[in-house]
């Protein structure tokens, strides 16, 4: 089971020591990634004495805790076509999310290419949108003092998460400073909550897959909308989504709600860890990647398919509940899992065919806090509403929000003709006054009126003509022409504008 002991870890800060080189601007390493999964070794493994120790593919030191055995690999070609895939979905993520989002999801529950997992967290979450609603924020507040209070206790935490990992292995390697970063900015983003120890593991994950920035903003999307709440003083959400599973294991695994209901045991003994640091202290790696793709796309109810699916395999026998007699036999069977039932082919499908839906979280909210309220009184903590992954989270955004698809670097107003075009320059003063004495002539002879050159130039497409303005003396049938030409270059126009731009998209 992949779970980070702090023991084994880089010593922690001595009381009033600082971080060295927290706050330093980063040189750049050499580059982790290699196509050997087994023959990699971080710039951090080394400066920590691990020069020796080889790296696995997913960045853990090969026969550490984190490290996995065998793993199931996909074939080359199918990992090169489902990177197809997604760059075609990423790169116009906003239609796809419009009209294919059940496509997106049984994507997701496939598992997301290596190679593009972080960007498409930061888009399945939302966090791409906030970064740029809110340009040079997270430099900001990158830059502020923050609380000593904090600070102190985030320091402390920084080597408990995953130690035998190359990018935290290093006390003050460049892992360890962008996780204080991240955690320093959001204690400052969100003053009210400050920092939570299950925080430090959610933004480790996200540092693994992309830069500190773009980590910090998709931790706050999963504090604000996928789990609000749970990073609490009171933990007050984390205690009623206990309270859930616990009502929802009565319809998946009968047997073991009954077992520890007999032995009194509260669901925060087992599921607080669990919940609150998404499994990614419980689970082996490839499932935790695996598990975090349908999290994102899917929200809170692939956590809580994920307990009941460990629960019921863990519990669900009368055999299994023979062996665990007391309180301490059963939590210990909690704790240590059967590698088995987390192997990851094995636990994605058992999740997949899970049927507990939204809904049923929901109404079973409803039920757990009405019970709360008559028991406990009003929560203290006025979290935002729980949305339920990617789709919730785009429909919820205020628009307009900006487009996440490539877009032309250069727009032109509508009236501006395209460099290179044909567009015939303004007539002079003198060309207008011979054309409305013309006009003028052809009402007297009480002749149709003609259709006038703007017309022409107009149904031509050439470019965008001006507005003619009729003589102050011309008479009711010299108007009407006059007054429709503008409209029909105007429309003519906006198609000129759209074609243009429909062209520089296709280009760019």
């Given at each position: 089971?992949?779970?980070?002991?702090?023991?084994?870890?880089?010593?922690?800060?001595?009381?009033?020591?600082?971080?060295?080189?927290?706050?330093?601007?980063?040189?750049?390493?050499?580059?982790?990634?290699?196509?050997?999964?087994?023959?990699?070794?971080?710039?951090?493994?080394?400066?920590?004495?691990?020069?020796?120790?080889?790296?696995?593919?997913?960045?853990?030191?090969?026969?550490?805790?984190?490290?996995?055995?065998?793993?199931?690999?996909?074939?080359?070609?199918?990992?090169?076509?489902?990177?197809?895939?997604?760059?075609?979905?990423?790169?116009?993520?906003?239609?796809?999310?419009?009209?294919?989002?059940?496509?997106?999801?049984?994507?997701?529950?496939?598992?997301?290419?290596?190679?593009?997992?972080?960007?498409?967290?930061?888009?399945?979450?939302?966090?791409?949108?906030?970064?740029?609603?809110?340009?040079?924020?997270?430099?900001?507040?990158?830059?502020?003092?923050?609380?000593?209070?904090?600070?102190?206790?985030?320091?402390?935490?920084?080597?408990?998460?995953?130690?035998?990992?190359?990018?935290?292995?290093?006390?003050?390697?460049?892992?360890?400073?962008?996780?204080?970063?991240?955690?320093?900015?959001?204690?400052?983003?969100?003053?009210?909550?400050?920092?939570?120890?299950?925080?430090?593991?959610?933004?480790?994950?996200?540092?693994?897959?992309?830069?500190?920035?773009?980590?910090?903003?998709?931790?706050?999307?999963?504090?604000?909308?996928?789990?609000?709440?749970?990073?609490?003083?009171?933990?007050?959400?984390?205690?009623?989504?206990?309270?859930?599973?616990?009502?929802?294991?009565?319809?998946?695994?009968?047997?073991?709600?009954?077992?520890?209901?007999?032995?009194?045991?509260?669901?925060?003994?087992?599921?607080?860890?669990?919940?609150?640091?998404?499994?990614?202290?419980?689970?082996?790696?490839?499932?935790?990647?695996?598990?975090?793709?349908?999290?994102?796309?899917?929200?809170?109810?692939?956590?809580?398919?994920?307990?009941?699916?460990?629960?019921?395999?863990?519990?669900?026998?009368?055999?299994?509940?023979?062996a665990c007699q007391g309180q301490y036999e059963t939590i210990e069977r909690l704790r240590s899992l059967s590698p088995k039932i987390m192997?990851?082919?094995?636990?994605?499908?058992?999740?997949?065919?899970?049927?507990?839906?939204?809904?049923?979280?929901?109404?079973?909210?409803?039920?757990?806090?009405?019970?709360?309220?008559?028991?406990?009184?009003?929560?203290?903590?006025?979290?935002?509403?729980?949305?339920?992954?990617?789709?919730?989270?785009?429909?919820?955004?205020?628009?307009?929000?900006?487009?996440?698809?490539?877009?032309?670097?250069?727009?032109?107003?509508?009236?501006?003709?395209?460099?290179?075009?044909?567009?015939?320059?303004?007539?002079?003063?003198?060309?207008?006054?011979?054309?409305?004495?013309?006009?003028?002539?052809?009402?007297?002879?009480?002749?149709?009126?003609?259709?006038?050159?703007?017309?022409?130039?107009?149904?031509?497409?050439?470019?965008?003509?001006?507005?003619?303005?009729?003589p102050k003396d011309s008479g009711p049938q010299d108007s009407a022409p006059q007054d429709s030409a503008p409209q029909v270059s105007a429309h003519h126009c906006?198609?000129?504008?759209?074609?243009?731009?429909?062209?520089?998209?296709?280009?760019?």
């Open positions: 089971m992949a779970k980070s002991n702090g023991e084994n870890g880089p010593r922690a800060p001595a009381a009033g020591e600082s971080l060295s080189g927290t706050r330093e601007s980063l040189a750049q390493g050499p580059d982790a990634a290699t196509t050997d999964e087994l023959s990699s070794l971080g710039s951090d493994s080394e400066a920590n004495g691990f020069a020796e120790r080889r790296i696995d593919k997913f960045g853990f030191i090969v026969g550490s805790q984190g490290a996995e055995g065998a793993l199931e690999e996909v074939p080359l070609e199918v990992l090169r076509q489902r990177e197809s895939k997604w760059l075609d979905m990423l790169n116009n993520w906003d239609k796809w999310m419009a009209k294919k989002h059940k496509k997106i999801r049984l994507r997701c529950q496939k598992g997301i290419p290596p190679s593009l997992r972080g960007r498409a967290w930061q888009y399945l979450s939302g966090g791409k949108v906030k970064l740029q609603q809110n340009p040079g924020k997270f430099d900001e507040l990158d830059m502020s003092p923050g609380d000593p209070k904090w600070l102190d206790v985030i320091e402390r935490d920084l080597h408990r998460q995953f130690p035998f990992h190359e990018m935290f292995v290093s006390r003050g390697g460049h892992g360890q400073q962008d996780l204080f970063r991240v955690l320093k900015a959001y204690t400052l983003y969100r003053p009210e909550e400050g920092y939570c120890q299950a925080q430090a593991p959610i933004a480790a994950v996200l540092l693994m897959h992309m830069p500190a920035e773009q980590a910090f903003w998709c931790l706050v999307q999963i504090c604000e909308k996928y789990l609000p709440g749970y990073y609490s003083e009171k933990l007050e959400a984390i205690q009623l989504d206990g309270e859930i599973l616990f009502s929802l294991l009565q319809k998946v695994s009968p047997v073991a709600h009954k077992h520890l209901s007999r032995q009194k045991i509260d669901p925060l003994l087992y599921m607080t860890e669990w919940f609150m640091c998404a499994f990614s202290r419980t689970l082996p790696w490839s499932s935790v990647l695996r598990v975090w793709d349908m999290f994102f796309c899917e929200g809170v109810k692939i956590i809580f398919r994920v307990g009941l699916v460990l629960l019921k395999h863990a519990l669900g026998s009368p055999e299994k509940v023979k192997q990851e082919a094995f636990l994605v499908q058992e999740v997949v065919e899970l049927p507990v839906t939204e809904r049923q979280i929901e109404r079973e909210h409803l039920i757990q806090l009405r019970r709360w309220q008559e028991t406990r009184g009003e929560l203290q903590c006025c979290s935002p509403p729980r949305l339920h992954g990617a789709k919730a989270i785009l429909d919820a955004e205020p628009g307009p929000w900006p487009a996440l698809q490539p877009s032309p670097s250069i727009r032109l107003p509508p009236d501006v003709p395209l460099p290179g075009s044909k567009a015939k320059p303004k007539p002079p003063k003198q060309a207008q006054k011979e054309q409305r004495k013309q006009t003028k002539a052809r009402g007297q002879l009480e002749k149709p009126p003609a259709p006038n050159q703007a017309m022409v130039v107009a149904a031509a497409g050439d470019a965008c003509p001006p507005q003619h303005v009729p906006s198609q000129e504008s759209l074609t243009s731009q429909e062209s520089e998209d296709t280009y760019l």
